[in-house]
């Protein structure tokens, strides 16, 4: 709560008439517990083999960021220890608790947060693990395990953002480190890396400073006014918090030469940690600290002036920040706070995940009073016949619905696997079984790898709805283009969202040609190449051929172009040949 308060921020709501009521605002007392909510819960508990609650009860969990209008999270146990086997090894399910959204952050400047009220409410299942992981490539396995469950019931939301991982890494003499918010499977493997680095690294900078002698008492609070000494520097940061009024103030870090530029994580360095903690709790735009000085407008001149102003020692390091005074004093504190903490190893923190592995400070860890008794909303019991429904009726399991695929669709194991396992099952049978003229092998080579190779590619595939999908294929079973065009119509759907799939085809150029251009064509590059036609005969089909293609692919049928080519070919032949005879 005082890290919240630190921000100083003001908390914007957007609420929309057409979809938030007043118990999204807060006005009105919540309503009962949405009963499918509560079945889907039930089929997933059954799933993982856990023991269901007989009666349900809603806690309140305090969230304070303003992610949610209340102050707090509605949350329900539904179930305890479950299983999940994963590559021989059971691992324990500790709980299966139903929750509710929060808001979804649309902007965020300095001083000010906006939240949109549209998400809010909609309903959450929240899987815990036990601590029986002990590597990354394991924890990345369980992972998509547990979506793969998820996606037999066939009653969870897919795409980027539906299912969220949060980790919890700790390493011997580290400590418990919560890792919000990693989106992409294949980065959980990676995010647990780079943090067991990061862990490492800090341990054995306490062990330098330990050789150092020293102490928390060394650390003194009594920051020094440099505004004098750097009244003249050539850094924009600095005269601009001057323009404005503001202050420069330092502090010494005693013992820390050297150590503010060790690096944590690739492009992560203790200064970095110190640096965002002064961010956060005092509201800064960043620090200045003596392992990367001179530099930043700031002369050799001027650094050796700070290190007589603040009485360093040879082995000390010391902090700057320029900002206004309240702002620099609250930095400075953060910054002594964070270097007292590396005495003592890893400090027990909230990060978030960032898109290429690395983490960030996010706040401290919450202590374990945050939470207490929902008293708006009655507890819901389960009976017996509840449970014996939930049993009757649960999904297949997804090696039962690969292998069915398989006999049903003629897809080779693996492809049907892949398929299983990914986001696009539904898509697929849809497609397959309402659109004429495309093979399902080949809808389900695009479906899985061909999207994967996008998606490593950063083409934005989320932009990519089931919409767009079957749009393309029907063109494709319509002849209308080539199979080998879905491609390039998927890229450009991609980066056109708003747009139909046909549109396409005009842009780049991808509308089948006729039979009557397309003779056209052969006829031109058979031309162009009349004395290898001649000298090879019907052996020239092979380069003629990725002459042809290379010219109208994703606009032609290749069957139908190996046709018109050899039919072509064998014209040219008997001409030639009567010609030889005449002569």
């Not at 890396?193 to 800090?202: A, C, F, M, S």
Request: net charge negative; aromatic share 4%; with cysteine.
């Amino acid at each position: 709560m005082l890290f919240e308060f630190h921000k100083g921020r003001t908390i914007r709501y957007e609420a929309d008439p057409e979809t938030t009521d007043l118990v999204e605002l807060d006005e009105e007392p919540p309503h009962r517990l949405n009963e499918e909510a509560i079945d889907i819960a039930l089929t997933i508990t059954a799933l993982f083999n856990a023991s269901p609650m007989d009666e349900i009860h809603v806690m309140r969990k305090v969230v304070i960021d303003g992610s949610n209008t209340t102050g707090f999270q509605r949350t329900a146990i539904i179930s305890l220890d479950g299983r999940l086997k994963v590559d021989g090894k059971e691992i324990p399910i500790q709980q299966i608790t139903l929750e509710e959204d929060s808001g979804r952050k649309t902007g965020e400047g300095k001083n000010s947060v906006t939240f949109r009220l549209d998400r809010l409410g909609v309903p959450l299942i929240e899987i815990s693990t036990g601590a029986d992981i002990n590597h990354p490539e394991e924890a990345g396995k369980v992972a998509f395990a547990i979506g793969k469950m998820l996606r037999a019931s066939k009653r969870v939301k897919r795409g980027l953002g539906s299912i969220r991982q949060d980790l919890n890494v700790s390493i011997k003499n580290g400590a418990l480190i919560e890792i919000k918010g990693v989106q992409e499977l294949e980065l959980v493997a990676k995010v647990i890396e780079l943090e067991v680095t990061r862990q490492t690294i800090l341990l054995q900078i306490r062990d330098e400073l330990r050789t150092r002698n020293l102490k928390p008492a060394d650390f003194s609070d009594n920051f020094v006014d440099l505004t004098e000494q750097l009244s003249s520097s050539q850094s924009n940061v600095i005269q601009s918090a001057l323009k404005n009024g503001g202050f420069v103030l330092g502090t010494r870090l005693p013992g820390f030469k050297g150590l503010l530029k060790q690096e944590l994580m690739p492009g992560v360095r203790l200064g970095t940690e110190l640096a965002k903690r002064a961010v956060f709790w005092g509201r800064v735009g960043g620090i200045f600290h003596s392992d990367e000085l001179p530099g930043h407008g700031i002369s050799e001149s001027e650094v050796e002036a700070i290190y007589r102003r603040l009485e360093c020692g040879p082995s000390d390091a010391f902090v700057l920040i320029a900002d206004s005074k309240e702002n620099v004093l609250d930095g400075l504190k953060a910054v002594l706070e964070r270097a007292k903490e590396a005495l003592a190893g890893v400090p027990e923190e909230t990060r978030t995940a960032n898109p290429d592995g690395t983490t960030q400070y996010m706040r401290p860890r919450p202590g374990p009073a945050r939470m207490y008794p929902e008293t708006d909303v009655p507890p819901v019991q389960i009976g017996p016949e509840r449970i014996m429904r939930i049993a009757e009726n649960l999904p297949r399991m997804p090696e039962e619905v690969a292998k069915e695929l398989g006999s049903k669709y003629d897809v080779g194991p693996k492809l049907a696997g892949e398929l299983v396992n990914s986001d696009y099952l539904g898509t697929f049978e849809h497609i397959v079984t309402s659109t004429k003229g495309v093979s399902p092998s080949f809808v389900a080579t695009v479906l899985t790898g061909s999207l994967r190779n996008l998606e490593r590619e950063k083409v934005p595939i989320e932009n990519v709805t089931d919409s767009h999908l079957r749009e393309i294929f029907n063109l494709v079973g319509e002849q209308k283009t080539a199979k080998e065009s879905v491609i390039d119509i998927i890229k450009w759907v991609s980066s056109n969202p708003n747009a139909p799939a046909r549109d396409a085809l005009g842009k780049l150029n991808l509308e089948m040609l006729t039979e009557e251009q397309l003779s056209e064509i052969i006829s031109r590059i058979l031309e162009s190449n009349r004395s290898f036609v001649k000298e090879n005969g019907a052996k020239a089909v092979g380069k003629m051929m990725n002459l042809v293609m290379g010219e109208v692919r994703g606009r032609a049928d290749p069957k139908l172009v190996t046709e018109l080519l050899r039919t072509r070919l064998e014209q040219i032949q008997r001409v030639t040949s009567v010609d030889s005879r005449r002569s």
